[in-house]
């Protein structure tokens, strides 16, 4: 059973930093990317980062310079550096993985706030 567990979230001040971090279990054949996805309230779940086997990264034109997405799809760990947050980054975070069958799983999710 694969699980992909989360964790790094919480409460933070406008212009301060948090380090989101994912391992995922179980059985998971040739990763191809994994990345974070956020969802705010009453919409819909958007693309913060994500990075492919080979290290190629992609991010959202509203977090590029602030995000960082590092890790190992070898190893099934990614984690995302969040510097200056902004109120606009508060959301739930959820960690993807997919694979080159086209799987995907999912994280359960974890509550980033940023006060003002």
């Known amino acids: 059973q694969v699980q992909l567990l989360e964790s790094g979230g919480g409460l933070v001040q406008a212009g301060g930093s948090l380090t989101l971090s994912c391992a995922a279990s179980g059985n998971i054949w040739r990763i191809d990317v994994m990345g974070w996805y956020r969802q705010a309230p009453g919409k819909q779940r958007d693309l913060v980062a994500t990075?492919?086997?080979?290290?190629?990264?992609d991010y959202a034109d509203s977090v590029k310079g602030r995000f960082t997405i590092s890790g190992d799809n070898d190893n099934q760990i990614v984690s995302l550096q969040m510097n200056s947050l902004k109120p606009e980054d508060t959301a739930i975070y959820y960690c993807n993985v997919r694979t080159v069958l086209s799987q995907n799983f999912w994280g359960q999710g974890t509550q980033v706030t940023v006060s003002s």
């Open positions: 990075m492919a086997s080979g290290g190629v990264t």
